[in-house]
């Protein structure tokens, strides 16, 4: 019996992994291993003899087993102090740098505003940004003769000779959209149109792409005052004051009688501006109710109905909510440049944990 223990104490202590293992606990304390052979021959012994060699049987059985258990527990250290030597990690390797895309201003004013009279109830409308004179200029009631065609420092694509087709311009406003909108759906209707147009300009504040968001509510009964109620409400609601003044300047656009300028009530102290309170006054969009004639270019009858339009810069009234004094910082600078001036959604967490750059 003593031969037994040695044997596979030795083998146990030899074994190279938990395969190896197994196969000596089979032979050595399995069903049909030595051990139980040995039990087996219990049953021809002497009782005084059997006395004696089933207990040390037993002994053998249980030293061998936490033989086993130990050696077990001893390769699985070993392998796992492996693992820990070949499969390492440097933490004081620098992170590698992931450049994150963010929202552009101009997409997040556009949604802000889109969101905005979304509430009143306006739908988005688009149209194309090559349009044709007609759409941009004739069926808003400008005429080619009219002075109003040249102040728009329009860009005219270029037609070969012998081209038929109409002359076609980079649309230089969204008013375009509103004869599309109503041709479209006729009345009534509420529509808003944000999107780029196009002037051959550039300075501080313009630039020769720009972007506005054009209004159109057209029912029986619509006035001034309801135009009055929708652009309080939206600059409530877009510079996130309680309270606004809105100031309506007599003014004259050719696709609205009457027209008008509005502003809005604010102060420049120190700088910054603050909507709703102050002596000052911001120019902020024209509007005015829809001339009869482009009511009817759109094929909406002028006797049965009449609407108000307004036409706004969203690149202007970005600038002004998140203090930007130079326009072309939209489109050719970089943004850490808008980032000094505090435009929030550039901040966006990255995975890393520090901010997108
Ligand atoms: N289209 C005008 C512009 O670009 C703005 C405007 C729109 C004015 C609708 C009145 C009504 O200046």
Redesign the pocket.
């Given at each position: 019996m003593d031969d037994l223990k040695a044997k596979y104490l030795t083998q146990i202590a030899d074994a190279g992994d938990e395969a190896a293992l197994e196969a000596i606990r089979l032979a050595a304390v399995g069903k049909k291993g030595e051990v139980a052979l040995k039990m087996r021959e219990l049953g021809r012994m002497t009782p005084e003899e059997r006395q004696v060699a089933g207990p040390a049987l037993n002994a053998l059985k249980d030293e061998i087993n936490s033989a086993l258990a130990a050696k077990k527990a001893a390769l699985a250290d070993a392998a796992l102090d492996e693992r820990l030597r070949s499969e390492w990690l440097d933490v004081t390797l620098p992170t590698r740098h992931r450049p994150a895309g963010t929202i552009h201003p101009i997409s997040q004013v556009s949604e802000e505003v889109t969101a905005i009279f979304a509430e009143m109830g306006f739908a988005v409308a688009e149209g194309p940004r090559i349009d044709t004179d007609w759409y941009n200029f004739d069926a808003?009631n400008i005429p080619g003769h009219h002075p109003a065609r040249a102040e728009?420092d329009t860009f005219y694509m270029h037609r070969a000779e012998g081209d038929n087709r109409p002359p076609h311009v980079l649309r230089?406003?969204?008013?375009p959209v509103?004869i599309r909108s109503m041709e479209k759906t006729g009345a009534p209707t509420r529509i808003i149109c944000p999107g780029g147009?196009y002037r051959a300009d550039y300075d501080q504040t313009h630039t020769p792409m720009f972007h506005?968001v054009?209004?159109?509510a057209i029912d029986k009964d619509i006035s001034m005052a309801n135009l009055k109620w929708v652009l309080e409400e939206f600059v409530k609601s877009y510079f996130e004051v309680d309270g606004v003044d809105l100031r309506f300047r007599a003014?004259h656009?050719p696709?609205?009688e009457p027209?008008?300028?509005v502003d809005i009530r604010c102060s420049w102290e120190g700088g910054t501006l603050k909507v709703g309170e102050g002596d000052d006054w911001l120019e902020i969009?024209?509007?005015?109710m829809?001339h009869p004639k482009v009511l009817q270019a759109g094929g909406i009858d002028p006797e049965e109905w009449q609407g108000?339009?307004?036409?706004?810069?969203i690149d202007r009234i970005a600038m002004l909510k998140y203090g930007i004094p130079d326009l072309r910082a939209f489109f050719d600078s970089d943004l850490r440049w808008l980032r000094h001036y505090g435009f929030a959604a550039l901040d966006v967490p990255t995975l890393h944990g520090g901010l997108s750059r």
């Amino acid at each position: 019996m003593d031969d037994l223990k040695a044997k596979y104490l030795t083998q146990i202590a030899d074994a190279g992994d938990e395969a190896a293992l197994e196969a000596i606990r089979l032979a050595a304390v399995g069903k049909k291993g030595e051990v139980a052979l040995k039990m087996r021959e219990l049953g021809r012994m002497t009782p005084e003899e059997r006395q004696v060699a089933g207990p040390a049987l037993n002994a053998l059985k249980d030293e061998i087993n936490s033989a086993l258990a130990a050696k077990k527990a001893a390769l699985a250290d070993a392998a796992l102090d492996e693992r820990l030597r070949s499969e390492w990690l440097d933490v004081t390797l620098p992170t590698r740098h992931r450049p994150a895309g963010t929202i552009h201003p101009i997409s997040q004013v556009s949604e802000e505003v889109t969101a905005i009279f979304a509430e009143m109830g306006f739908a988005v409308a688009e149209g194309p940004r090559i349009d044709t004179d007609w759409y941009n200029f004739d069926a808003l009631n400008i005429p080619g003769h009219h002075p109003a065609r040249a102040e728009m420092d329009t860009f005219y694509m270029h037609r070969a000779e012998g081209d038929n087709r109409p002359p076609h311009v980079l649309r230089t406003h969204t008013s375009p959209v509103q004869i599309r909108s109503m041709e479209k759906t006729g009345a009534p209707t509420r529509i808003i149109c944000p999107g780029g147009v196009y002037r051959a300009d550039y300075d501080q504040t313009h630039t020769p792409m720009f972007h506005q968001v054009e209004g159109l509510a057209i029912d029986k009964d619509i006035s001034m005052a309801n135009l009055k109620w929708v652009l309080e409400e939206f600059v409530k609601s877009y510079f996130e004051v309680d309270g606004v003044d809105l100031r309506f300047r007599a003014s004259h656009f050719p696709f609205t009688e009457p027209s008008a300028e509005v502003d809005i009530r604010c102060s420049w102290e120190g700088g910054t501006l603050k909507v709703g309170e102050g002596d000052d006054w911001l120019e902020i969009l024209g509007s005015g109710m829809v001339h009869p004639k482009v009511l009817q270019a759109g094929g909406i009858d002028p006797e049965e109905w009449q609407g108000f339009a307004f036409g706004m810069g969203i690149d202007r009234i970005a600038m002004l909510k998140y203090g930007i004094p130079d326009l072309r910082a939209f489109f050719d600078s970089d943004l850490r440049w808008l980032r000094h001036y505090g435009f929030a959604a550039l901040d966006v967490p990255t995975l890393h944990g520090g901010l997108s750059r």
